[in-house]
Structures are given as structure tokens and as C-alpha cells.
């Protein structure tokens, strides 16, 4: 075992604190984990799990008399601040855990046998629990798992599609759905509605609800965000419905920001035993002591403390709904835009006035919920007057895709401009991509102000300049990218920008729909090579890909003042350029193949002629060692030079002689110089060094254009006539750079022959 500190230094370094092992020791790199700072409510809920589990240690009287005043307190007070009366809560640690067991005791009350014949009871008419299609996904799965039930027992109730909010239940619907289901010998047990659904925040028809649930002798329970509102001094009336339910859940531990606080799940009992057999309620004195953190808290807080918390984030709310309505861009999901007074002129527009304020209040809900749209008032963007092409593309002003990466694009910014004000991206049906912000959930955690509300707003503000500058421009950019041959729109519904084009070449222009696979992996490396050369000069082009696998260039977000017809025109010079560059590497190329092939059948030919001539017994290792010594061979060094200027193969046996490469010119022509051009000095051709260049100031006199232009032939012509004159081949003066033609033979050493006449012939 180890001792306390030592115990507490490894907690220390578990949580806090990274390891890294270096050779046997471990070493603490950083922090990586930081607690958050907690009120004087949140310190008092901390030590009051310290103090339940010391608690334990009472004697049993003492404890289950100080467990059973805990209990009642908690009880008294939480009926009292939700409006709940005369109900008992139960506390647990998991979200729907008290629904499971409202379900268990909804079974007990419409089953009388229930408790004693199991499921043999509920065979002849099997129960029906009907949820709301706003619900979590899988929470009808859930119930049917812990009661015991088959899947068939969950029933989903859609929300409305004709009229009224898009994520409330369709109560008409539902009470159609509950007499089919009693025609067919089914039992309607429960029914799961919401005071704020938990995506978009909106408040099912409670009243409505409750009338159906009373008739047929259905269990209402009521789940959401809004039920908080119930602590308010002024509590709208469709929240102030639930309270004539049969069960709430609430969530004390994000709506005052206080931590490790239980679920409470308040219903109304009925019958004692039957609660006792759904394990609503217990007698166990340790179990009743969970209530001691909320205890400590109410008491810390006070009525006034909890309603102050909960009336705060219902203001910060307020206070972007506010700045929301005067953005005609964004559309708000969970709150109708309030209509501009009219001015107050009688008695009668001052009494609309009120009531039309009144029904802002019933309206009003804790979460914000918006999305970025096109400004349907803008007279739109202006088509350029040279564009003579129309985009025909009828699905451009409702691409829900596009305003979905807006939207995305927008909440990612504001995140991280606005880390105090955390926001959500969520999907809403028939909306889309939204932006979700729930203060009664965040807010008293991250500790929001008013002036972070401020300062989001804000930043949205500024941000949906660009979004607005983009879309407005969109057309035009369209109209633009028309007008050029080479360019083609490509279709990225989920890019959030300008929009994305691919370069065409000129030679694939005309069959687009025939290009083989080779001739599109052309293309998508000139594409890819044309945004590698624009990211260099702008980084607000990137890389994309279709699904088809077309890449192509991605316009980001631009500003008002942005030149989009420059912008278009970069990508168009770009792609020319790349275009040509890339023609040039593919002729270079396929010269060089064709140069490589044919080197390639010289040297075959060659080696076949090398066995011709020196027969196969030179081919044996040991045999043609033999043969060299008493018959060397004459060696001759062959090989192939590729000349890409000229994209011919030249042999290399001048190089090797010389110990130089010879130049090509073909502008020169060979001329017949006499011999009295060759003056006397020192010097001549310094096959040593292997270069036939000679500077002008080793030579003693001027070198005239016309001997600068001298070839091979005309040299040879000069030593040939030099040499049948007899003047020695030392004595030749110092050359100029020559430039030797292809066809001309190289320089090589005099060889003297005598004939019968007695006479000299020199030969190279």
C-alpha cells in the first residue's frame, strides 16, 4: 500500500499532467487538463458528496431521521419552484432513466395483474407508448428495452408538415393513431411530449395534449429545456400547461451550472404501493441521501438565487433574438421574427400593441436557433453586359447544399472568435445545417455575459459580410467562367465559396464526352500543377475533387471589394501558361523516347556485328583471354549521344578521340581558305586538354569575323595545303572557337604516304 500523499501525487499525475517515459524515469511534459473554477454553490455541492458518503457512518436512527428531513425538504421545495404539486421526485444519474421507470408504473396502473401474471398480462392487449418524432433517436428503442417490450410497442408520432412549427407533434395525428390503435386491441400507456424539444427548442400543444391523455386514460410525460421557465414569476401559459401532467424530468445541473447535481424526475402519486413497485420510491436511509447535494444548493441559493440564474439565460436568449431579427440573412428556426410596431393612434392599437406583446412572451423560448440564407430582398447580383451566355442551372437559387457549408463555414468562425459562446451545428428537417445556441444549457457553465453576446453578435455580423459579398457575386462569377472556352464549372455543392472551375485544354475541347482515362489523368495533373502555381500567388484557391474524380480549382470566400473578373481572369492566363508548358514537356518527352529506342536498336545492331566480326570464340571468358593475348583485338569505344536541340543520336567516337564535345551548326558552310591566311606562330589544336577554344589574347595579331567563322572543313583544307607545302604542322598558329559541323569530318593527324611517283598524300 501507499501513503496518502503519495496516493494523491498519483491522481495528480493522471489527471493532470502528461507522462513521457525517457529511458526508466518518467518525466511531466505539461498540463493537459485544468478544473474549472466553481461558485460558492458548486464548492457546497462538491463537499456534500464527501459528506453523504461520511454521513453513512451515523447510526441508523440518526441517519434515517436526518435521510427522511433531507428528503422531505427537497420534496417540499422542488413541488413549490416547478409548480408541481402535490408530486415526488425521484433522483437518478442517467438522462431517461426516471422515464423508464414512469413507463414501469404507467404498466402497473393500466395493468392490474401486471405485478403478479408479467407479461402473460399484457399479451391479450399489448401496450403502445407513443414518443414524438422530435425525440432522441432511439428513445422509443430504449424504453422498450428496460420495460421488457417488444419493438412493435413504440410508436413515433410525426410533427406537423401543413401548418404551425416543423418540430412539434402533430396532435391530430396522434389521437387518430391512439383510435386505431384501440381498434386493433391495443392498450395507449404513455405518451412522451416535450416543453422544448432538443434540437430547435419548440413546445408541443400541452393543453391539447393533456385533454387527449385524460380521455383515454394515457400517462402525459413532459421533458425539455423550457420546463425551467416554470420557476419565473411570469410563466408562459403553453409551459405553464405541464404542470397538469403527470411526470417532468428536469435538469438542475446545466441550468444553474452547478455540478454532479441528479436528474429529478417529479410525478404525481397515486397509489403508494404501486410507485414502491416501480422503484419510484425507497425507505433506504443511505439511497435518500443523494438529495443531499441539492439540499446544500437550495439552500445556498434561495428561491430568488434560482430564479435569477434560470431568468439570465433566458435574457441573454432574448438578446440575440433581438439582434437576429434586424439581419435580413438569417432565419431564425426556433423564434418568428416580430413584426415592426405600427404607431399607436387609438385606444384599439393600443390594446393590439399588448396582446401582440403578450404573445411574444408565450412564444418566447431559452434556445437560438438560426440559419444563414440569401437575402431574398437584394435585387441580386448584376450578369457582366459582355457575358452573351446564360447558366441555366434552375436549382442555383434553392441549393440547400451550398447554404449548408455556408452555415458551416459560419459557425466554425464564430467558435473560434467566441469560445464563451458555445454553439452547436445541428440538422433541422426542411431547414438544414442550423446553428444552435442553448443558453439554459451553457450558459451559467461557461459563465456568458451579455457583452459576449455583444460581442457575437458582432462578429456575426462582420462574418456574414462575406457570406453576402460570395453570394451575391455567385452569378456573376458564373457568367464570367461562361464566357471562357477553356474554363468549366464544376459542381461542389458543399464547398463554401465562390464556387470551383477546371481548366480545359485546347486540344480536349472538343471531345469532352470521349476522353479516355489517360487524357483525363492529363487533365487533373495540368489542374493540379495550375492551383499549385495560383496558392503561390493567392492562398485563397485550394484543390478540389468531384466524386467523379475531376480535380479543380476552389474559390474561396471573397469581400466586397474583390475583382471576380480579375480573379477568373488569373485562373484563365494560369492555365495557358501551364498549358503550354505542359505541350513542350510532352514533345521533350516523347523525343526522347523515340531517341531512346533508337539508340537502343543501334547498339543491338552493333553487338550483332561485334559477334560477326570477332567470332564466337572472343565471347568465352578464358577462351578469348587467350585469343587477345596472341591476337589483341583492336578496341574500339562506340556508343550514342542524344542532342536535344537537334533530337538526333550522334556517335560518339569524335568525343572519345578528341576528349571534347563537337558542336553542331548547321548555318555553316564550309569554305576553301588559301594558304595565305594562315599566318606563322606558335600553337595549334591542344588535344591534351581535350577543347579546341582559344582565347584572342594568346594570339598576337587580331582575329578577323572571317576567321572566327572558320569550320572543320576549312581547317582541314588549310593543314592539308600546309602540309604539301611542307611547312611543319607545329608551326600552325593558335585557333579561334570553331564551330564544327554535323557533317563534316573531325580534325585527325596527318598520315603520310608514298606512292609510286614518289609523291606525299595526306589522309585523315
Known sequence: GKKEEEVMQLLDQLIFYEEATSGQEEVQINDSAKLQELNEAGRLAVTAHSLAAHFTTLEPATLERAAAKLDSDCKLWLSRLFRFKNSVPVYHDRRYEGLA???????????????????????????????????????????CQQLGLPLSCACNVPCNTLFGASSKMD????????????????????IVAYAGTPIVGHVDNLQRLQ????????????????????????????????????????????????????????????????????????????LQLRCLPLWMCLQSLGHEGMVAKIKFSCELAKTLFDHLDKIPTIKQVSHEKKRHDKEVKNVRDLISKAVSALLVFEIMTPTVVFRYVEDETSPGAVIAPYSSIKVEDPNEEKDGMYFDALNTWLAESLQSSNPRVPIDLVVVDKEGVCIRYAPLETAQVWGTTKEDIEQFAESLKSNL????????????????????????????????????????????????????????????????????KLKAQDTAFSA?????????????????????????????????????????????????????????????????????????????????????????????????????????????TDTYKYHMQIQEDSSATPQSPSSKELPQSNGGLNSTKGTLKHSRQETEAPISPKEISKTAADVKAELTSQVSSGLPVAAAPPLPSLSLEKDAEVLSPPEQETTKAGETRTDS
Open 211 to 286: 385533454e387527449i391523455s385524460k380521455a383515454n386514460g394515457i400517462w402525459l410525460h413532459v421533458e425539455g429545456n423550457n420546463l425551467a421557465t416554470l420557476t419565473m414569476f411570469s410563466v408562459p401559459t403553453s409551459i405553464e400547461t405541464a404542470t397538469s401532467g403527470d411526470s417532468i424530468t428536469l435538469d438542475l445541473t446545466s441550468w444553474l451550472g452547478i455540478p454532479s447535481l441528479p436528474y429529478i424526475t417529479l410525478f404525481k402519486d397515486s397509489d403508494r404501493l404501486l410507485t414502491e413497485a416501480a422503484g419510484l420510491t425507497t425507505v433506504n436511509a443511505k
Open 544 to 652: 478540389g475533387q468531384t466524386d467523379d474524380g475531376i480535380v479543380c480549382v476552389r474559390f474561396g470566400l471573397i469581400t466586397s471589394d474583390t475583382d471576380v473578373e480579375e480573379l477568373v481572369s488569373l485562373v484563365h492566363s494560369m492555365g495557358t501558361e501551364v498549358e503550354e508548358s505542359s505541350k513542350f514537356l510532352e514533345s521533350m518527352s516523347e523525343l526522347i523516347r523515340k531517341g531512346i529506342e533508337e539508340a537502343n536498336n543501334e547498339l543491338k545492331k552493333e553487338t550483332a556485328d561485334k559477334l560477326m566480326h570477332e567470332g564466337v570464340l572472343r565471347q568465352v571468358p578464358v577462351v578469348s583471354s587467350l585469343l587477345n593475348w596472341f591476337s589483341p583485338a583492336k578496341e574500339q569505344i562506340k556508343g550514342r549521344a542524344f542532342n536535344l536541340t537537334s533530337g538526333k543520336i550522334i556517335p560518339t
Open 465 to 532: 459580410a462575406v457570406l453576402n459579398a460570395t453570394t451575391v457575386q455567385r452569378k456573376k462569377f458564373r457568367s464570367i467562367v461562361s464566357s471562357y472556352a477553356n474554363l468549366r464549372l464544376v459542381a461542389l455543392d458543399s464547398w463554401a465559396g465562390l464556387g470551383a472551375v477546371s481548366y480545359i485544354p485546347q486540344m480536349y475541347l472538343d471531345r469532352l464526352r470521349e476522353l479516355t482515362d489517360k487524357e483525363k489523368i492529363d487533365i487533373n495533373n495540368l489542374n493540379s500543377e495550375l492551383v499549385h
Open 171 to 190: 396532435v391530430a395525428l396522434l389521437e387518430k393513431l391512439i383510435q386505431d390503435d384501440i381498434a386493433a386491441a391495443k392498450t395507449p400507456v404513455l
Open 101 to 143: 421507470r414512469i413507463g414501469q408504473l404507467a404498466l402497473y396502473t393500466k395493468y392490474p395483474k401486471y405485478a403478479t401474471e408479467g407479461f402473460e398480462a399484457l399479451y391479450s392487449r399489448p401496450p403502445v407508448i407513443y414518443v414524438s418524432a422530435a425525440a432522441p433517436p432511439g428513445l422509443g428503442q430504449y424504453l
